[in-house]
């Protein structure tokens, strides 16, 4: 098992009703974030989000390290 | 001296703009959101912004080093704000220094749309009705697709 | 209050920048375009504006006039120096706020465009080399066309 | 005849030599124009340049009145 940090922010952060959690997990962040939707009842589908590690961007198929730093990213709404 | 950032509380656009300012450069173009007083219709009071800061900083840094090798520009720059912000506020500030403007609006063009589109930041709108909700354009099945600023 | 004026001295952008902030509007695009180093390849140590200043107005208030009609905006300004520049001077500024961004760029855009192409105001071009020259862009045939600023 | 100011701007003004003159003259604008180049030796055919009259934009076939201001209009080079 790998344990690994996720950050979760608006309206992720609202529906998990945390702001970031200490996971352990094996696997990618695609089976990472299928659990973890599970878990909290996430409305959105993985293709509605992008994921990072380490606070730059990845791949739903990237396999976290022990340590990493994980964020689901909503859609975002700046500007 | 980096391009983009996050800026947590309310910044000057004068000096900002005074770092491109350069004797080769001709034209000057900008941008900025300002908090209005209505979205979609609603009586807005205000809104607060929030980013995952520093995939926000990296991921902004990228646009405006791509602006500088995709268009003929002198120089860019980008602010964004998070937190509470209040109706007239400034929300986010772009601008370009380039020899000619064509490559100055082409430029500050694709900044804030690509900083829109990509840029890990969130807003929370509060309505005069006393309600509040986070916008999360593309994905929002239950409203029309948020176009605006 | 006209949109469109001639100043015939150094004039301050925040003020005008201000009058064109409203709770209605969340966009804000401007231009301004400053005195370079250099135009077509030579080096050039300042220039003087000159303007019929009469029909300046009124064509440029034309312009200001039409753009408002043209683009869902909320409001636009210009103004357009004339007199000794240096290099680094401002020679003119244009501000378009709007409710989204996508107008506020087009008619900033469309604005510069027309005064560069219709106000009666006319650009000597001082050299480092000791001449000296106006500027008539569509009619110089013995040079190619200068579509700089 | 009809007695009108004409105004000399930027180059225009370089190749009379004098910003303005009183001229006496009967017939159009292009007319007048076409007068005063071979007065003065402008280079400009009327087609590269436009006509005002009393400081709004007038055209070639217009005829001046009594105590008109006229201008050439050559190229302009603004912004």
Chains 1, 4 share one sequence.
């Not at chain 2, 034209?27 to 929030?50: I, K, P």
Request: with cysteine; aromatic share 10%; net charge negative.
């Amino acid at each position: 098992m790998t344990r690994a940090t996720v950050l979760y922010f608006a309206g992720l952060r609202d529906a998990a009703g945390i702001a970031q959690e200490t996971v352990d997990h094996d696997g990618d962040l695609a089976a990472l974030y299928a659990a973890l939707r599970a878990k909290h009842g996430f409305a959105w589908p993985q293709a509605s989000l992008r994921v990072s590690l380490d606070g730059a961007f990845a791949r739903w198929s990237d396999t976290p390290h022990e340590g990493a730093e994980i964020a689901f990213i909503p859609p975002v709404s700046g500007g | 001296m980096t391009r983009f950032a996050i800026a947590d509380a309310p910044f000057e656009i004068a000096p900002l703009r005074a770092r491109l300012l350069r004797a080769d450069a001709g034209a000057y173009a900008s941008f900025e959101g300002w908090v209005r007083d209505h979205n979609e219709g609603r009586a807005a009071l205000g809104l607060r912004y929030e980013a995952y800061v520093a995939l926000a900083e990296s991921e902004g840094a990228k646009i405006l080093d791509e602006a500088m090798t995709r268009f003929a520009i002198v120089d860019a720059a980008c602010v964004h704000r998070i937190g509470e912000l209040a109706v007239g506020d400034l929300a986010v500030w772009v601008g370009v220094s380039a020899a000619h403007r064509d490559a100055a609006f082409s430029a500050c063009r694709w900044i804030i749309d690509e900083v829109k589109a990509r840029v890990p930041i969130w807003k929370h709108e509060r309505y005069a009705e006393g309600d509040a909700q986070w916008l999360h354009p593309q994905a929002d099945s239950e409203a029309s697709v948020r176009g605006g600023e």
